[in-house]
Structures are given as structure tokens and as C-alpha cells.
């Protein structure tokens, strides 16, 4: 039997806390170009003091730009992430930068929703988002103007601007890394509260997952974009968010999920035969040998290797149904990330080569390790993974189990980096 081939991982610090209470979220998003070394990628800082309250408010973002390759950066000027309105906040996330390989282009993508009040916050970011995008024709270097993401089509406008998604009434908005396939098109994964019809409002117990199509106009002047259907979430899933998206060898498109499952944590995965447009049943995502995989509710990500061809899934895979350090709810059990093959004839997780990228190992101090973003560097080939490691104790306002007896969030462990790891497959 052939063995698995050898993944090594390189830890480094990428970008350091600037003060106690500061929690630094940098990440690289990749190239800006196919034809040069130049990387792009955001920063976002938030404080202690800004997060601990119930309704975040707060914190500040900005661009990065590297010129070496990544050996040295420039930051372009902070943003702020929310402002005072009349209307109540105003909150700005840039979410990550896209380049079309294809078309020599840069997309920056920024989540925009309003909140009237901290009492009505929770309702208000699912009825009141916008997606919105600008297109750079230099490499990122400029930027043009801010567009609203509205599906094409005569029944579209800036209330109706999805399929099913209206605003002021539910929303949706880029959820994970964009997927462009061999043939150029670009595919961008989208995360929907559907509209609940009889109760007359967004329903978060039915939240899932849709692709949305990017077509370029004639002279990249614009986009023209199409909403798939929504994936069907079932009993065992529960809600189905965050889908991360990969070309498979036959041309079709293997999609894995973040699912919220009651009876027990995993991933569901879906195929499309029509680059995304319609979708199979979900199933669970599994072990090549049989086994459960346990994954708690949390984004993970594929990436494909220009080196070997291989197909790479990168996930927290719990060693046991239940928690690992601390009794808290399925979407906090994020103590160690995992990068391991996928088997895509049979979309399972070949066990033999999951390998760890990084682990918590003081049940005092726990780390969190998720919402990382990863490129692949065009000399080594080596897969560059760069996140927070953030500190996962619940803040005092957080809803937590009877049964959890820890310490809470304070300052001083709220403080955390950013790093960068090397990963050699």
C-alpha cells in the first residue's frame, strides 16, 4: 500500500498585538496578480473594551500590501469598522480581496449592515446587509468606485438584490474563500437567512448556503451575477453555512459545510454537475475507512495543490463526539485545526494523512484556531495559512452550559496575535 506523503508545518509570527487588550486579526488574502510577486491582504484590531459588551461596536480595519513577496508590508489607512448614524450604528467589514487569475483583476469585497439599537442587533444584521464589491484594474494598487452586489435580471434593484433575499426583510452575504474554475468563472460562496413566509421574518433555524456566479460585462466594466438554489438542509444537518468550494477532476464541484447538527458535530458535503447551479442531497462528511469525522460548528476550507494535483481539506476535527477542553456549545470546540487529504472520488477525508497545524494545550488558557485564509506560494508551493490565535474563554455575556465552572474573558487573555504557518505537503 503507498503511503501517504508527509505534510510539515512551520509556525512563525506574522503580526504582532500593539497593546494589551488588542486582538489582531491580519491575514494574506494572496497574489494581486499572475504576473508579479506582489500580496494583498487585511488587518482588522479590535480592543477588549469594544467587544465585551453585549453588541460589539467598534474596532478598526485596513489594507496590506506587500511588494517582496511577502518580506515586508505597507498598510494602507484604518477604517473604522462601525460609525454612529442617525439611524442607529453603521458597520463596515472588508471581508478579503480576489484576484481573477483569468482576467489579470482584483475584486475587495466589504459586508456593510446597520443596527438600530443593541436590543434589536441580532434581527437587525439579518434583515439589514448589503454585499458590496470594487474592482481594481492595477493590481489593488486603486480602487473604483463601491457597487452594491445585485443579481442580474429585471426583477432585481437595490431592495430585491438576490434571489429570495430582500432588504429589510432577510439578507445573505460572502461567506467563505471564492472558487475560479478552469474554465475562468468565478464562483463566490454565499451565506442566506431564508425569508420565513408565515412568520414574516428571517429565519435563523433555517439558515444555509448558496453560490453566486460572477460573469465579467464586456471590457471588465462590470459583473453580472447569478444566484444558485439554496441547498436543502435536513433534520440531521441542521442549518448549512460557510460552504467551502473545490473543482473536482471530472468538473464537477464538491462542496463541504458547516452544519449545525443536534445529535452530533460534523461537516455535510454536496456535489453540482453544473458548476454549482443546482446541488445534490447533503450527506455526512466521513473518514475514508468508515470512521465519523467530529468537526464543531466552524468554517473550514479546500485548496488544491498545483504541485502534487491533490485535493487538501483544512478543518477542526475533534478527537471524540464530545468536547475536548471545555464544556461550552457545539461552535466554540475549535481547540485544534487539521489539514488532511480528500479522497474525490469518494469526498471522504483520508485518515492516514490528517496532520496538525496547531493545538491548544492549556485547558487554562485555551486557543481557538479558525477563520484562517490560505493561498498557496508560487516558488516553494508550500500552502501560507495565516490567522488569529485567538483566546477561546466565552465572554461574561456569552450563553454558556450550567455545567461550565472556567474562567471567563479578560483583558490581559484577550490580547492575541496573528501568525503565519509554512505548511509543506
Known amino acids: 500500500m503507498m503511503m501517504p506523503n508527509t505534510i510539515t508545518v512551520n509556525k512563525s509570527l506574522f503580526w504582532e498585538s500593539p497593546r494589551i487588550g488588542c486582538r489582531v486579526d491580519a491575514y494574506i488574502n494572496g497574489y494581486t496578480s499572475p504576473k508579479d510577486p506582489h500580496l494583498m491582504g487585511i488587518i482588522r484590531e479590535v480592543d477588549f473594551n469594544q467587544i465585551e459588551q453585549p453588541v460589539a461596536d467598534g474596532g478598526l480595519s485596513r489594507l496590506i500590501r506587500s511588494e517582496n513577496g511577502g518580506h515586508s508590508w505597507q498598510a494602507r489607512p484604518w477604517v473604522r469598522t462601525s460609525d454612529k448614524t442617525d439611524n442607529g450604528s453603521c458597520q463596515n467589514y472588508l471581508q478579503f480581496i480576489l484576484t481573477d487569475q483569468r482576467n489579470d483583476l482584483c475584486l475587495l469585497f466589504t459586508l456593510r449592515r446597520w ?5 434589536t442587533a441580532a434581527r437587525d444584521i439579518k434583515k439589514y446587509s448589503r454585499q458590496l464589491y470594487q474592482i481594481s484594474h492595477d493590481g489593488g494598487k ?12 429585471p426583477e432585481f434593484n437595490q431592495t430585491h438584490y ?3 433575499i430582500r432588504f429589510g ?3 445573505g452575504f460572502i461567506s467563505n474563500t471564492p472558487l475560479q474554475l478552469r474554465d475562468g468563472s468565478l464562483l463566490l460562496p454565499f451565506h442566506i437567512w431564508p425569508w420565513n413566509e ?3 421574518k428571517a429565519d435563523p433555524n433555517q439558515k444555509t448556503s448558496g453560490v453566486v456566479t460572477a460573469h465579467w460585462k464586456d471590457t471588465c466594466s462590470g459583473i453580472d451575477w447569478d444566484m444558485s438554489e439554496y441547498l436543502s438542509i435536513t433534520e440531521e444537518s441542521g442549518c448549512l453555512s460557510e460552504i467551502t468550494l473545490a ?4 468538473g464537477s464541484i464538491l462542496g463541504i459545510m458547516r452544519a449545525s447538527s443536534p445529535d452530533s458535530p460534523g461537516k455535510f458535503y454536496s456535489i453540482s454537475h453544473d458548476h454549482g447551479q443546482t446541488w445534490s442531497q447533503v450527506q455526512r462528511l466521513s473518514f475514508d475507512n468508515g470512521d465519523p469525522l467530529y468537526s464543531p460548528s466552524s468554517i473550514s476550507h479546500l485548496i488544491r495543490s498545483s504541485c502534487n494535483g491533490k485535493l487538501y481539506w483544512i478543518g477542526n476535527i475533534l478527537s471524540q463526539k464530545g468536547a ?3 464544556n461550552l456549545s457545539s461552535n466554540r470546540h475549535r481547540f485544534i485545526l487539521q489539514i488532511a487529504e480528500v479522497d474525490e472520488i469518494t469526498c471522504t477525508i483520508r485518515k492516514q494523512t490528517v496532520t496538525t497545524i496547531d493545538e491548544s494545550i492549556d485547558p487554562e488558557n485555551p486557543k481557538e484556531y479558525s477563520n484562517a485564509w490560505i493561498y498557496e506560494d508560487r516558488d516553494t508551493g508550500y500552502f501560507i495559512l495565516t490567522m488569529c490565535q485567538a483566546c477561546a474563554l466565552p465572554f461574561s455575556h456569552h450563553s454558556v452550559p450550567s455545567s461550565y465552572c472556567g474562567p471567563f474573558m479578560t483583558k490581559e487573555a484577550f490580547t492575541s496575535n496573528s501568525y503565519k504557518y509554512e505548511i509543506a505537503i
Open 247 to 250: 473543482e473536482r477532476n471530472d
Open 142 to 153: 486603486t480602487w473604483g468606485k463601491e457597487r452594491t452586489m445585485i443579481q442580474t435580471g
Open 169 to 171: 426583510c432577510n439578507a
Open 115 to 119: 443596527v438600530k439599537s443593541p436590543q
Open 198 to 200: 408565515r412568520e414574516q
Open 324 to 326: 475536548n477542553y471545555l
Open 162 to 164: 438576490m434571489r429570495n
